[in-house]
């Protein structure tokens, strides 16, 4: 029977393509769709065909064969966007390549980055033309995000396992992520806010009490358990973990996804786990508080209510945090972790890679 449909683009790279798409692939000042090309047709020189190489790095089949068709057609220079309409581009593949390896593999000697105004000086091109191509490539060289790598020896373990919990909860069991958000401050502006586009406050504000808030979002569900107490001792942490335990049916397991915080690890901690068997602790790694998806939650509570509101009081403080919690479980919206942990050690092992590439540089200067 013969076979249909648009026969697939074979890739094969020299040695240079290679070396630059790998580069690019891991290089954590790349941006995540130019990363994600390059693992695409490195993938595709590999061999494999579009459903294979789709369902290995987690994308679309139709992504897959654009990138392969595009880098086919175009080389190195077709992983950028498409041009929009308009006048055709009055410089060579030449002049890009070159400000998308300078951008991402040099620096000025005066700078951390490079400028656009820097880049058109040493090209000839205007800065428009620079700022066209990182928007097309993805590229923002003056942002800087961070990052600290763990030292916990455990690290690979409490990724598996946390991840494990998120992609392939147990059965008969409810998945909880717990954190605490301490000394939220009761703060009134000394002016009201104004309601223009952006939004304007007052720089200067007074001081009316803090309050620590407990939560324990459910992932499947994505509902949250809240206590709002005036301290986050041992003691604090004991009396949410009770609250917790009442409200969840007595025939389900409970796995408690928790930081590293010396709150959670105190005999006391310890005393009451050993009398409710149906408790498990999951730490996250050592600064790998991002793993835990209470923070997401966290995030949303303060950029959608906290940051411009004003109270007097910590009681109007506390009624503002209820009133938001109790409209949030009224139509919950779970966070959807989407990594495995495969996909996360690889990311890890990259960037470990561009640091020990980055160190041995600066060390031998080549």
Not at 216 to 221: K, N
């Amino acid at each position: 029977m013969a076979r249909r449909g648009r026969p697939t683009v074979q890739i094969e790279l020299t040695p240079e393509e290679q070396q630059t798409l790998q580069r690019w692939a891991r290089r954590h000042k790349s941006s995540q769709a130019l990363a994600q090309r390059c693992r695409i047709v490195l993938a595709c020189a590999e061999g494999g065909t579009n459903n294979e190489i789709a369902e290995r790095l987690g994308v679309n089949r139709v992504t897959v064969s654009k990138w392969r068709r595009r880098f086919a057609a175009d080389r190195l220079e077709g992983l950028a966007d498409a041009p929009r309409p308009g006048a055709a581009r009055k410089i060579g593949d030449d002049v890009v390549e070159a400000i998308v390896v300078e951008t991402l593999e040099s620096a000025p000697k005066d700078a951390t980055h490079w400028s656009t105004r820097g880049l058109a000086a040493k090209h000839g091109i205007s800065g428009q033309t620079v700022s066209e191509i990182w928007r097309a490539f993805g590229l923002k060289p003056w942002r800087q995000d961070e990052f600290k790598v763990s030292p916990d020896p455990d690290l690979v373990e409490r990724i598996r396992d946390i991840v494990g919990l998120y992609l392939n909860p147990p059965v008969a069991a409810a998945v909880f992520a717990v954190d605490e958000k301490p000394q939220m401050q009761a703060l009134n502006r000394s002016a009201p806010t104004l309601p223009t586009t952006p939004a304007r406050a007052t720089h200067d504000y007074e001081r009316n009490g803090t309050v620590d808030l407990f939560a324990a979002l459910e992932i499947a569900t994505g509902k949250v358990i809240t206590d709002l107490r005036p301290s986050h001792t041992s003691a604090d942490f004991v009396a949410f973990l009770n609250k917790v335990n009442r409200e969840v049916p007595t025939e389900l397991e409970v796995h408690v996804v928790l930081d590293n915080l010396s709150t959670h690890k105190t005999p006391q901690v310890q005393q009451w786990l050993l009398r409710h068997k149906r408790f498990h602790f999951h730490f996250t790694p050592t600064y790998g508080s991002w793993m835990n998806l209470v923070e997401r939650w966290f995030s949303a509570l303060t950029t959608k209510k906290l940051q411009r509101s004003a109270h007097r009081s910590v009681k109007a403080l506390t009624d503002d945090i209820r009133a938001w919690v109790e409209t949030w479980n009224d139509d919950p919206k779970p966070f959807v972790w989407h990594k495995s942990a495969d996909e996360i050690l690889q990311r890890l092992a990259g960037y470990c890679a561009t640091i020990n590439e980055n160190d041995r540089f600066n060390l031998t200067g080549h």
